[in-house]
Each structure stands twice: as structure tokens, then as C-alpha cells.
């Protein structure tokens, strides 16, 4: 029986790795839980079914009146931090968003292993997180857990590149970007996610932050590391080997083979997810990014060639951008040249490593004021 703890439990994967608990009991046991505000009906209804001893959330403790008695409770903003370091066998981090990277560094503190789907906690710490080395990190996006097993199957000296898959998002056959409302940016082709990973998937500035995360997971120079547009979602990325052999891991687009693959780590959870129908014909397109249209993949290139300040920089700036954009303040097209701003002003100053997590705020809090100052300009 594996005892896991899960970070963002009412968010697309939280809920999703509490199915799969329902469907093996026999394998995994949740021992804590933590959420935001936003659904508290529904992580009510997880404490109890899961019979959770401690959670955490940001609401108040007044908010908690319905289950007084039956489980501890941490809120606060670092509720999600605390919840990490309890002893368990995994702890999925499942949180949207930079505030990630403290409940990642409090698990891999406390000496836990890191189910991570919080691509911030690298973008933001990448230094600071794999400094507790990369056998504590399992990752749990698609594209880097299809990297995981495909360089199971080879020598690392004899990896050529890596090469992430991408979606192209809501916008990929469409040329004019210029007046892309909200519900557009929101409808994606593929996948069912939250509203920030979902805008992100339309700049592509996701994927950008994916090679970063890329780079960090298996210390693999940008070079090495590149994005192709595979509209199907079906090969989720590939690892090219130096004798001209492409290693690619299939599976359809659904997020539990993943999330399964990575709580059960090194055994594989039986039914995780449905397999591919190979009796029905199948299409795999593959084609280049136009990084003329979506320069959010090769601006985050450029930062990570800079550094882990940078990187922060940059994913701070894009989440005020998205953020700004949601409310109306900002059009679409100004995502990606709020954060091109901001990491043009930090540049030269930008060109280094974060050394701890309060490192990590004060770049991050810079990177916000520039980003708030900028997107006030645009929009006057």
C-alpha cells in the first residue's frame, strides 16, 4: 500500500489521481489532501470519502464549520507547504502556478518523492529543486513522462535530442490573432485543463516553459532540445538517439497514464488508462512550429540560455499577462509581448541562478510590477 499526499486535489489532476486511488484501493492510500478556495463542496466530499486525516487549504477556518471534528485542518497560504512534508510514500503536486515551489521543495525537504505536475516549481527553482537530485522526481506532465520512459531504453551519452510534442492549441491552423476572444483562447483542441495551462497552451508559451522543465529533469543542454506540432496528442514526445533511432511513447491524450505511471513508479498500474485501438486506422501528423506566430517557445528558449533568474522573470511576467487577459485588461496578442518586455528590461541583470526560494519572490515580485506597469501602458 503506497500512502500519497495530494497538492490541488479538486483541480483535473487531483480529481483524476483520486480515480485511480478508487480503482486500486489495494495500492494507494491518501494521508493528506490540500486545495484552494475555489470548490470547497467538492474537498469536502474528498475528506470524507477518502477518510483523510489532515488537509489544507487557503479559505479561513470559518469555512471549515461543516467538518469540525472529523479532520485536522492547516489553512493559510502555506497550508500547502505543510501538507508536503508529511511522511508519505509520493506527494503528487498537482498546484497551477509558481506558488508551487515551496510545497515542492518542503516534500523533497522532508524527504519525500515528488510526483511533480507543477512545471513552475523548475521554471521558477529549477536549481534549487534538483539539487535534491533526480531520482526523488517523477515527472507527471505528458511530454516529460513520455522523455522519462523513452530514456529508460538507452544510454544517456547516446542521446541525440529530445523532442516534446505539442498540441498547437486552439490556434494552430489559424493565421490572425489579432482579435481572439477569451472562450477561443479557452476551447482547446485536445485537452480538458484549467484556464491558465489552457492560454498558455495557445501561445504555445506552455510548451516553452516545458523545455525549460525539459532541461532541468534530465540535464540536457537547449541545443538539444526542440518542439514539433502533433496536432493528434497521441505520441506524447520522443527521444532521438545517436544511431538515428526515434523512441517515442504512445498513448491517448488522457492524463491518467501519466498520473498513474508516476504514483506507481517503477511498477506500472494495471488499466491506468485505455489503450490505443490499433484495429482503427490511425493519422500522426507532425509539423514546425512558426515561431513567427507563437514566439513564446523561443523566448523561453532564450531565457533558460540565461538562467534560472530569467526563467522566473518569464514565468511571473506570463502569469500577470494570462491573468490580465482573463479580466478583459489585455488582448491576447499582448501575452506573450508583456512577458518579451519584461525579460528584455531584467536582461542584463538576469544572467544567473537563483539561490534560495526567497531569491526566487524577489525576482518574481520585480518581474510582477514590471509586468503590471507594462500591461497599464497598453491598455491607455
Known amino acids: 500500500m503506497r500512502e500519497i499526499v495530494i497538492l490541488g486535489s479538486t483541480g483535473s489532476i487531483g480529481v483524476q489521481a483520486l480515480e485511480l486511488v478508487d480503482a486500486n484501493p489495494d495500492l494507494f492510500r491518501v494521508v493528506g489532501l490540500s486545495a484552494g478556495s475555489q470548490n470547497l463542496p467538492l474537498l469536502f466530499e474528498q475528506v470524507r470519502k477518502y477518510r483523510v486525516p489532515i488537509v489544507g487549504t487557503t479559505a479561513s477556518r470559518d469555512a471549515w464549520a461543516p467538518l469540525a471534528g472529523e479532520v485536522a485542518v492547516i489553512d ?28 515542492t521543495l518542503a516534500a523533497l525537504g522532508a524527504g519525500n518523492k515528488v510526483a511533480l505536475a507543477n ?7 529549477g536549481p534549487l529543486v534538483m539539487a ?9 506532465d505528458s511530454e516529460h513522462s513520455a522523455l522519462f520512459q523513452a530514456l529508460l531504453a538507452g544510454k544517456r551519452d547516446d542521446v541525440k535530442k529530445l523532442i516534446l510534442t505539442a498540441s498547437g492549441g486552439a490556434f494552430r491552423d489559424r493565421q490572425d490573432l489579432s482579435n481572439v476572444t477569451l472562450d477561443e483562447a479557452l476551447a482547446h483542441p485536445t485537452w480538458s485543463m484549467g484556464p491558465m495551462v489552457t492560454i498558455n497552451s495557445a501561445t504555445l508559451m506552455n510548451k516553452g516553459l516545458e523545455i525549460i522543465e525539459a532541461h532541468y529533469l ?3 543542454p537547449y541545443s538539444k532540445i526542440e518542439a514539433v506540432i502533433h496536432p493528434q496528442s497521441i505520441i506524447h514526445s520522443m527521444v532521438e538517439y545517436i544511431d538515428g533511432s526515434t523512441l517515442a511513447q504512445m498513448s491517448p491524450p488522457n492524463m491518467k497514464g501519466p498520473i498513474g505511471y508516476a504514483l506507481g513508479y517503477p511498477d506500472r498500474v494495471k488499466g491506468a488508462t485505455s489503450p490505443m485501438n490499433w484495429a482503427q486506422k490511425q493519422t500522426l501528423d507532425f509539423a514546425p512550429i512558426d515561431m ?6 523561443s523566448l523561453a528558449q532564450s531565457a533558460g540560455e540565461l538562467g534560472s533568474i530569467a526563467t522566473a522573470t518569464l514565468n511571473a511576467a506570463n502569469e500577470v499577462a494570462v491573468a490580465a487577459f482573463i479580466k478583459g485588461h489585455l488582448p491576447f496578442s499582448g501575452i506573450v509581448e508583456i512577458s518579451k518586455r519584461v525579460l528584455a528590461d531584467v536582461d542584463k541583470s538576469s544572467r544567473g ?3 534560495d526560494i526567497a531569491d ?11 509586468a503590471d506597469r507594462y500591461i ?3 491598455s491607455h
Request: some cysteine; proline content about 4%.
Open 132 to 140: 535534491y537530485g533526480a531520482d526523488r522526481i517523477i515527472p507527471v
Open 119 to 125: 512545471k513552475e516549481s523548475l521554471v521558477a527553482g
Open 360 to 370: 526566487v519572490s524577489a525576482v518574481e515580485e520585480n518581474a510582477r510590477m514590471m
Open 76 to 103: 493559510g497560504p502555506s497550508a500547502s507547504t505543510e501538507i508536503a512534508a508529511i511522511s508519505c510514500d509520493i506527494v503528487l503536486n498537482a498546484i497551477t502556478g509558481s506558488i508551487g515551489l515551496g510545497p
Open 218 to 220: 534530465f540535464d540536457i
Open 376 to 378: 497599464k501602458e497598453l
Open 353 to 355: 541562478e537563483v539561490r
Open 292 to 297: 513567427t506566430r507563437f514566439e513564446a517557445v
